[in-house]
């Protein structure tokens, strides 16, 4: 790692020290990447130089650029960002906006210049931009115009992001008309494959944002692991999906595969199920990644809408319930392929595909990875035991300054915090996670971020949140709450109390299930017993 592009050196100086990293493998010939590798050159500008310049590459409803006008507008980006805003190699950039083609563009750009992708869900209101900001020291910023007013509300709390530009907008000073007239040509930035591409950000059972470090390679191997051999895309192939791009679930499956073979990806601003159903037959998606939640309401529009172009159907966030697998192939005959990965991981690292599915199983480790099962002594657990999940491959954990890094990667494996069991022809089983976060329709919600927001009402005195199961959203979040003095329970008030955390983080956080209790189980020290929530909410339930 001491042959860098990097001028600023901020996110190599504060990854974690060398012994705290995993085991890195690269055991396939297609894993084995020069020291010199730049991911949005062999996305994008590699297959104009093939010859796909004509191809369709980037879709939206009424839209569609080739690889050849992706590549002129993420050059001229390019140039934005380093000839005007005076971004460096190394240099953080925020990216805050919906799934658009402009905003696939900017993360090309990006890569291009250099810099340090931070791609944000568009949802976040401003005080956890605010904590994105402050832990990767961000200075510079492209964003939707229309999420604008959260993002200079950020502002005004962390001055030092100084330099923001907007686009889709038509203002003089907007993304649009600030690079019309700029040479599409680019010299990209020969960055080290192990130079830092990407900040990831994650919110853990502290609802302290924990930042993952990819770097160039690892962009490529999720594509060159996962895609290749489980997924296995064409160049024919239209992609499309619910996850947003600041999810690395989303950014491997609806930008980085398909582009990887030359593929289009079509980019929705809003995947409700409805809206998926609509574009599947519409404009004839072949592969599609969304949530269980997404496939189980899928199934009754199989009858109303073509799924009939579907080929490849790739489920990830939450586990997988054999009912749902079962349930999807009788509907539509599609073989769901299930998977399981982290945001630490970048992608999916245990999954299936074909003949080789077993519904129920998550699957066995992708090509490129290890998996196995450990016991807190850290010994492998024999089949049918349960145990900690443990994994290694070509990517792998390396939080920005953080000490959970020695809590993540152990003796040379990547802890998931998953509880699995593994069956005698080794296909992996999953039976929990081992942590408090709450999953709840794919999206991952720390309990106590929500407890924060609740106690900013005035009628809260105290709040205890966890998640508690349900068949269509996996979990959902449910409140315990002590109300403060004068104020009576009702459903006036749960309504309230839902839309006040609506307003103050992101929506879908929000607890949908209340409940007002006199006191909350605490230990004798004060601690929150969250254990006796769940199991109040299981006597209520």
């Known amino acids: 790692m001491t042959d860098t592009a990097h001028v600023d050196s901020f996110v190599r100086d504060h990854l974690p020290p060398p012994e705290q990293w995993p085991e890195f493998l690269f055991p396939l010939p297609e894993l084995q990447y020069p020291a010199r590798l730049n991911c949005g050159v062999e996305l994008l500008d590699r297959m104009v130089a093939a010859g796909q310049g004509e191809r369709p590459c980037l879709r939206a409803p009424g839209l569609v650029w080739s690889y050849a006008e992706t590549l002129s507008r993420a050059n001229r980006i390019a140039r934005l960002l380093t000839e005007e805003m005076g971004v460096v190699p190394g240099n953080r950039v925020l990216l805050h906006a919906p ?7 900017c993360w090309l750009a990006v890569m291009k210049a250099g810099a340090v992708a931070v791609t944000t869900m568009p949802l976040l209101r401003a005080g956890e931009l605010e904590k994105v900001v402050r832990k990767a020291e961000i200075r510079h910023a492209l964003c939707d115009a229309r999420l604008a007013p959260e993002l200079e509300k950020c502002r005004q709390r962390v001055p030092e992001l100084a330099n923001v530009v907007l686009f889709g907008t038509e203002a003089a000073d907007g993304l649009e008309a600030r690079i019309a007239g700029r040479s599409d040509d680019f010299s990209n930035c020969p960055t080290a494959a192990t130079d830092p591409a990407l900040l990831a950000f994650t919110s853990g059972t502290t609802g302290v944002p924990k930042a993952c470090v990819h770097f160039h390679r690892d962009v490529l191997a999720m594509c060159d692991s996962f895609s290749k051999h489980i997924v296995q895309p064409r160049p024919d192939d239209l992609f499309s999906g619910s996850p947003p791009l600041g999810f690395t679930f989303g950014l491997g499956g609806l930008l980085c595969f398909p582009l990887r073979v030359g593929a289009s990806t079509l980019l929705l601003e809003q995947g409700s199920p409805p809206r998926l159903a609509e574009a599947i037959e519409r404009f004839r998606v072949t592969c599609l990644f969304t ?3 997404a496939y189980r309401a899928m199934l009754g529009l199989v009858g109303a809408q073509d799924f009939g172009s579907l080929r490849r159907c790739v489920s990830a966030g939450e586990a997988l319930p054999k009912p749902t697998w079962e349930a999807f192939h009788r509907a539509t005959g599609i073989r769901l392929i299930d998977g399981i990965g982290a945001t630490e991981m970048i992608h999916i690292f245990i999954s299936a595909a074909d003949e080789e599915i077993r519904p129920g199983a998550t699957g066995k480790p992708v090509p490129g990875y290890v998996a196995t099962v450990l ?7 024999p089949p049918g035991v349960p145990g900690r999940l443990a994994v290694k491959g070509p990517t792998g954990c390396r939080y920005l300054a953080d000490p959970r890094q020695s809590e993540y990667v152990q003796r040379g494996w990547n802890i998931t915090g998953d509880t699995y ?10 039976r929990a996670r081992s942590d408090d976060m709450i999953i709840s329709a794919g999206y991952n919600i720390a309990g106590p971020e929500v407890e924060v927001a609740l106690l900013t009402h005035p009628a809260v005195a105290e ?11 996996g979990q959902i979040v449910k409140a315990f709450v002590v109300l403060a003095a004068g104020h009576r329970p009702g459903a006036e008030l749960v309504k309230e109390l839902q839309e006040h955390v609506k307003a103050t983080i992101a929506p ?12 909350l189980p605490r230990t004798a020290t004060g601690k929150l017993q969250r254990y006796r929530l769940r199991e109040l909410a299981r006597e209520e339930a």
């Not at 016991?375 to 657990?381: L, P, R, S, T």
């Not at 709040?463 to 959203?473: A, I, K, L, Q």
């Not at 929000?510 to 007002?516: E, N, V």
């Open 421 to 430: 069991v593994r069956d005698e022809d080794g296909y992996f089983f999953h």
């Open 99 to 105: 799934n658009t083609p402009w905003l696939a563009a």
């Open 508 to 519: 879908y956080k929000y607890p949908r299930a209340i409940s007002f209790v006199p006191e």
């Open 463 to 473: 709040c205890g949140v966890v998640g508690v199961p349900d068949p269509e959203r």
């Open 291 to 293: 949530a269980p939640t």
């Open 375 to 381: 016991d807190e002594n850290f010994e492998e657990c």
